[in-house]
């Protein structure tokens, strides 16, 4: 044994494991409802997260783990909590809100630059709910390959009846959402297959073969039409 090091060291998979079991609990009994965080992205991933969850990796345990962290600290340090609410059928908190009352809404990313158009949406989606004309984004970039500062800030308001467009598109994927669940019919709302801004999110999707399944039947059905 080495004498820099004067304790027997054995490997503990058993604590790793239990971190996820905790987590896994913690999903169990998550949130009910429709969110706007299931209206930003893959409607079909967040399907199969609601009607068919799967257990977390330690993977998935790291991002939660690291998120939650980031998330207290930044929301501390902004000093404005906001709790869940409800309107046309979507919950929503907002990660923080300005003086005026606006939606903050925080992300991190290894990102190197750039604004990823989901942050936007998700965003807006508060501004809509809140009937705000006003939001603001703050990106936290963790990435060694980063080009700039580490925090970025910036203002998005709408301008002309753009709200009245992005409220008729969140209620529309929140019916078609909701559709899908009632009738626990995952062909009624799309992947992000074949889009090339989102289907990043294929890569380690835990339904992706049930997924590809559908969109395989799907293009055979068109094929035959």
């Not at 999903?27 to 009910?32: D, H, I, L, V």
């Not at 706007?36 to 345990?61: F, G, I, N």
């Not at 000093?79 to 606006?102: C, H, L, N, Q, Y």
């Not at 989606?125 to 809140?130: D, K, P």
Request: include cysteine.
């Amino acid at each position: 044994m080495s004498k820099w090091w004067p304790l027997k060291r054995t490997e503990n998979p058993l604590l790793v494991q239990k971190l996820v079991d905790g987590l896994s609990r913690r999903q169990e009994t998550g949130r009910t409802g429709i969110h706007v965080s299931d209206l930003v992205l893959c409607l079909r991933r967040a399907y199969y997260s609601k009607v068919s969850p799967r257990q977390p990796t330690v993977e998935t345990l790291s991002y939660f783990v690291d998120g939650s962290r980031r998330d207290l600290v930044i929301k501390g340090l902004l000093g404005t909590r906001v709790g869940p609410m409800e309107k046309d059928g979507i919950w929503f908190t907002p990660d923080s809100v300005d003086e005026a009352g606006d939606p903050i809404e925080i992300k991190t990313t290894r990102a190197a630059e750039g604004v990823s158009a989901h942050y936007v949406t998700q965003l807006t989606y508060y501004m809509v709910l809140m009937k705000r004309n006003r939001g603001r984004l703050l990106i936290q970039r963790v990435g060694y390959k980063r080009v700039g500062p580490p925090f970025e800030a910036y203002e998005f308001e709408f301008e002309g009846g753009e709200i009245q467009r992005h409220r008729r598109e969140m209620l529309e994927r929140r019916d078609l959402f909701s559709k899908a669940l009632d009738q626990r019919d995952p062909t009624l709302v799309p992947s992000v297959r074949s889009d090339p801004a989102q289907n990043w999110l294929c890569r380690g999707c835990r339904w992706n073969e049930e997924c590809e399944v559908i969109d395989l039947q799907r293009s055979v059905r068109n094929d035959k039409s």
